[in-house]
Structure formats: structure tokens, C-alpha cells
């Protein structure tokens, strides 16, 4: 990442007399320039990319493509480019020009997530380090690289990411941040077709594992014998 710190171009945005905050100095309360978005949760308590605002406030992103994939992304403030992240297409590619604002680290600061945030496409997600005053990219479980649908519990400061691979499996994983790094810790696996059992090595339809171990918490055909409220969230999911 390259560019002016943002906090310089705040400071010289307001030496030429636009009203702004402090904004590294203000937490969520609404009036810092890097303050989360207000984003209304469902009655589980959770939301989703899809609930997110695709503007805000004075910051804007202009994508640059190279050889028909996306090279790079301008975070701009006001018009005044702040930082600029760059993108390996081997490694760290975004798949869609599309931008969401919100708070994934339940820090009370503003995180940007370039591309769409959906399974089967990679994005990226910026998070706000006040130490640094920069945005930083996130991994997840080390990865730089983001694909699944993500649903996000403030309450818990949890994140459920939903992915599948086949028309027979459904998995969630359970994750926590530590740091930047956004860590599984245990998967969900839901399959639909009893001819699939010995391909995903279960014996019931629903299946807990441990996501480092891969050791076997608990695997039923009864919804009801789950404890973890967010399993009982992901079956209701499936279902509906």
C-alpha cells in the first residue's frame, strides 16, 4: 500500500476550511470521518454485506484495470487520494468492482470491502489501524484473499462465512479476529445427499468439526440435539 497518510489529508482538507474530525482521535459516535456505518442487524443479531453502504460520507474508490483484471484500487478522500492497494492477481486478485462500508473488526472504526463478498468470487477488506492511520489488509486464516457470504454478529464480535462447493455440501465456519487475522475456529458441515457421506468423511447429515483439528464435535440427522445457537441459525438458513 502507498499514498498520503490519511490523517495528513484530513488535516489538510481542514487547514483549507472544510468541518471535519480528528477522525484517528473519535471512535463510533457518529461523528468521526472514520466512524462505522449505522448497519441495522436482522433478529438473529447478524448482518450481512447486502445490508451495507456502498457510499459513504466523503470517501470514494476508483478501480484501475491492467490486462483485463483488476490492478489496483484508489482509496480517495474528498477527491484527494489517501492510499493506494495494489493487487497480485496470483495470489490477492479482486474478481468485481464493487465497494461495501462497514465495521468487520467490531472496532467502532469504518473498513472497506472491495468486491462483492460472495461465495465463489475473492475480495479484499481494508481495516482501519489507528496505530498506523492507514487502512491494512486483512487475511483470514493468513489468506489475503476473502470468498464465501459472510454474516457478521456484533453482539458476539463472531463472523459466520457460508461457502459450497457442490450442490450436496453447505459449510459454515465460526470466526474470531485476532489482530487483523480473521480465525476459524470451527465448521458447520451440512450434507444434503447420503451418497456424498464418504466424500466429506461424515455420517450424518450435520456435522461440527474443530477447523485446525478437523476433530469431530458432534455429528447428527437432529437439529435439536445442537447446543451452539449459531448451529440452530445455519440449519434455519439452509432450510428457508
Request: proline share 2%.
Amino acid at each position: 500500500m502507498k499514498g498520503l497518510d490519511l490523517k495528513t489529508v484530513l488535516a489538510a482538507v481542514a487547514l483549507l476550511g472544510t468541518v471535519c474530525n480528528a477522525a484517528s482521535q473519535e471512535k463510533a459516535d457518529g461523528r468521526g470521518a472514520l466512524a462505522a456505518p449505522q448497519v441495522e442487524v436482522d433478529a438473529n443479531g447478524l448482518f450481512t454485506v447486502e445490508d451495507c453502504p456502498t457510499v459513504y460520507d466523503r470517501f470514494n474508490i476508483v478501480f484501475h484495470v491492467s490486462d483485463y483484471v483488476i490492478s489496483s484500487a484508489d482509496i480517495l478522500w474528498d477527491g484527494v487520494e489517501c492510499q493506494t492497494v495494489s493487487f497480485d492477481n496470483d495470489n490477492d486478485c479482486v474478481t468485481r468492482m464493487a465497494v461495501h462500508y462497514l465495521d468487520a473488526n467490531f472496532d467502532g472504526y469504518l473498513d472497506i470491502l472491495l468486491g462483492t463478498g460472495t461465495n465463489r468470487e475473492y475480495s479484499a477488506l481494508l481495516l482501519w489501524n489507528e496505530d498506523e492511520n492507514r487502512f491494512v489488509r486483512a487475511t483470514n486464516d493468513g489468506f489475503v484473499i476473502f470468498n464465501g457470504d459472510f454474516f457478521y454478529e456484533p453482539e458476539r464480535k463472531a463472523i459466520y462465512r457460508r461457502t459450497s462447493s457442490s450442490y450436496a455440501e453447505t459449510t459454515y465456519t465460526m470466526m474470531v479476529w485476532q489482530g487483523s487475522d480473521l480465525q476459524s475456529e470451527e465448521t458447520f458441515l451440512i450434507i444434503g445427499d447420503k451418497s456424498r457421506y464418504d466424500d466429506y468423511h461424515v455420517t450424518h447429515r450435520y456435522t461440527v468439526r474443530g477447523y485446525y483439528s478437523d476433530e469431530e464435535i458432534i455429528s447428527t440427522d437432529d437439529p435439536a440435539s445442537f447446543e451452539g445457537l449459531w448451529n440452530e441459525w445455519a440449519i434455519k438458513k439452509l432450510l428457508d
